[in-house]
C-alpha cells in the first residue's frame, strides 16, 4: 500500500527548491543594482596625445692593415681581436612620433665614459676606482612644434686612445682592473600641446659598452627599441552620485525577494518534514501491508482503555502474540495518522505526526 500523495510532495519540494534558486538570482540582482545606483568618489581624465619612439644602435669596427683579414671592416656581433682594431664606426638613430602636434624642446649628445672597476681579493664585489667623461658630441638643444622629431648621428670611437688611458691607469697604480669605455647617445624630450602645460617629459639612453685592455673584446648594445605613452589630463576627483529611481527599485526588490525567500524557504520546510512522514508512512504500509486494514472511519475511543504505543515495532509485537490486525486511520491528510489494535476494552494505540519530525531535528 503506498501514500497516493508522496509523489505530490516530493514534486512539490523540487518547485520550491526551483522557486528559492530564482530568488536567489533575483536578490543578487537587486544587490548588483542597488550597487550600480551609486557611483563615486572617483575621478576621470581625458586624453590629451599619445606617443611613441623606437631607436636603433649599429657600429661597424675598422682593422689596421693586416695580413690575417681580406677586409678591413668587422660587422656587429663577433670576438674582435684589441690590437688589429684602428677605430670603431657607431651609427645612433632615434625617432619620436606624436598623435597631435605639440610645442617641444629637445636636447641631446654623445658621451664616451672611460671607467675602471676593481675587485680585491677578499670581496667579489666590483667596484668603480676611477671614471671621465669625454663629449664625442656636444650637447646640442632644438626646439620647435610639430610631430617628428628624428636624431641621426654618426660617430668615430678612437678606440686605441681610450684603451691606452686604461694601460697607463693600470702601470702607474700596478693595479688589475677591470675598464671599459662606453659610449652613450642621451636624449631628453619635453613639451606639451601649444598653448598648455608641458606634460611630455621623455628620457633616453642607448649605450655602447666596449671592454678595454684585453686581447679580444666583445661589444654590448644597451637599450630599449621602442616604446610610447599615452598623456591624460590631470585627474579630478568627481562627487557620490545616486540614480534614484535606479536604488528604489533595487531595494524594493530586495524587501520583496527577502519576503519571498522567507516564505519559500518556510514552506520548503514544511514540505521536507511531509516528505519525512510520507516515507516512514510509505515503509510502514510496504512491510507490514499484510497485517494492516485501512479503515473508512475513525473508531469511538471513549469505550476502550487505550494504551499509547511509543514505537511502531512494539506494536506489530501485540499484534502477533493477539493475532488482531493493525487498524490504520488517517487522520490529518499527509499529517497524521493512526495504527491501533483492538481486543477486548483495551486499544493499542501508536500515532505517527510529521510534527515528530521536526523535534527530531531539533534535537540533532
Not at 152 to 171: E, H
Not at 219 to 237: A, F, M, R, S
Not at 284 to 300: F, R
Amino acid at each position: 500500500m503506498k501514500l497516493k500523495n508522496g509523489n505530490k510532495i516530493i514534486l512539490k519540494q523540487w518547485v520550491q527548491v526551483f522557486l528559492l534558486i530564482i530568488v536567489i538570482g533575483f536578490m543578487a540582482f537587486a544587490i548588483w543594482t542597488i550597487a550600480k545606483s551609486i557611483t563615486g568618489p572617483g575621478s576621470n581624465k581625458e586624453e590629451l596625445y599619445s606617443y611613441n619612439y623606437n631607436s636603433n644602435l649599429s657600429y661597424r669596427v675598422v682593422l689596421k692593415q693586416n695580413s690575417f683579414f681580406t677586409s678591413n671592416i668587422l660587422g656587429m656581433n663577433k670576438q674582435y681581436i684589441t690590437s688589429l682594431i684602428d677605430h670603431i664606426e657607431v651609427d645612433t638613430r632615434y625617432n619620436f612620433q606624436s598623435s597631435k602636434k605639440i610645442d617641444y624642446t629637445y636636447s641631446y649628445n654623445i658621451v664616451a665614459s672611460v671607467k675602471g672597476t676593481y675587485s680585491s681579493a677578499d670581496d667579489d664585489k666590483a667596484a668603480e676606482v676611477w671614471s671621465r667623461d669625454y663629449a664625442i658630441v656636444p650637447l646640442e638643444s632644438k626646439n620647435g612644434t610639430g610631430q617628428n622629431i628624428s636624431i641621426a648621428k654618426t660617430v668615430s670611437i678612437d678606440y686605441n686612445t681610450y684603451n691606452q688611458i686604461m694601460v697607463d691607469f693600470r702601470n702607474q697604480f700596478g693595479l688589475s682592473v677591470d675598464a671599459s669605455v662606453d659610449v652613450a647617445l642621451k636624449i631628453n624630450i619635453n613639451g606639451g600641446l601649444p598653448g598648455k602645460d608641458r606634460t611630455l617629459q621623455e628620457t633616453n639612453t642607448m649605450t655602447l659598452s666596449i671592454p678595454l685592455v684585453k686581447p679580444t673584446i666583445e661589444i654590448k648594445p644597451d637599450y630599449v627599441n621602442n616604446g610610447g605613452k599615452t598623456i591624460y589630463t590631470p585627474e579630478k576627483q568627481t562627487d557620490v552620485k545616486v540614480n534614484i529611481p535606479l536604488l528604489v527599485f533595487g531595494v524594493a526588490l530586495l524587501l520583496f525577494m527577502v519576503f519571498m525567500l522567507k516564505k519559500i524557504g518556510h514552506g520548503l520546510l514544511q514540505s521536507t518534514k511531509k516528505s519525512e512522514y510520507v516515507i516512514t508512512l510509505n515503509k510502514i504500509l510496504k512491510e507490514y501491508g499484510d497485517i494492516i486494514a485501512k479503515a473508512e472511519n475513525i473508531p469511538n475511543l471513549t469505550q476502550y482503555d487505550v494504551v499509547h504505543i511509543k514505537d511502531f515495532t512494539d506494536l506489530v509485537d501485540i499484534e502477533e502474540e493477539l493475532h488482531s490486525p493493525i487498524i490504520y486511520n488517517e487522520i490529518r491528510e499527509d499529517l497524521e495518522c493512526w495504527f491501533m489494535i483492538f481486543n477486548d476494552k483495551t486499544a493499542y494505540k501508536y500515532i505517527l505526526r510529521y510534527e515528530d519530525f521536526a523535534r527530531l531535528r531539533k534535537s540533532k
